[in-house]
């Protein structure tokens, strides 16, 4: 697998995936720009974060096959107050999380809700 140095501190999620999309397709560019350009796919605004729906939503237009598992599919971010967000813009972010939850939905994407562990086994 190529390794990829993020060059912000909000793409970490989109950097785990294109290290991922470049093991299954060595092809894949392990760049600065493949880097953004994912991101600004994927983004929540005004968060700044990558949404985990847009980001499988991603994989899947790249012929992955993708589940993805969630202890519940709302949008959370308890702490943003010390992000220096408003409860507007969190507010916001929550309706932006929830249509990409939709979309990966309608694209048929499998979303399960439930409680988990990191170290349960992968099925």
């Known amino acids: 697998m190529g390794w990829y ?8 999620a ?5 290290m ?19 991101w600004q796919q994927t983004v929540v605004t005004p968060t700044k974060s990558a949404s985990l729906y847009a980001l499988a939503l991603y994989a899947h237009q790249h012929s992955v096959p993708v589940k993805v598992i969630v202890g519940t ?10 992000q220096g967000y408003k409860l507007k813009e969190v507010e916001i972010a929550s309706k932006v999380s929830e249509m990409l939850y939709k979309k ?10 439930r409680v988990f562990d990191f170290d349960e086994p992968l099925t």
């Open 5 to 12: 140095q993020q060059t912000t501190p909000y793409t970490t």
């Open 73 to 82: 599919h709302e949008y959370k971010f308890p702490r943003y107050r010390f």
């Open 104 to 113: 990966a939905q309608q694209a048929g994407i499998q979303i399960e809700e």
């Open 20 to 38: 991922a999309l470049n093991h299954l397709d060595h092809s894949f560019p392990l760049i600065e720009e493949t880097e953004l350009d994912i």
């Open 14 to 18: 989109v950097c785990s995936l294109m």
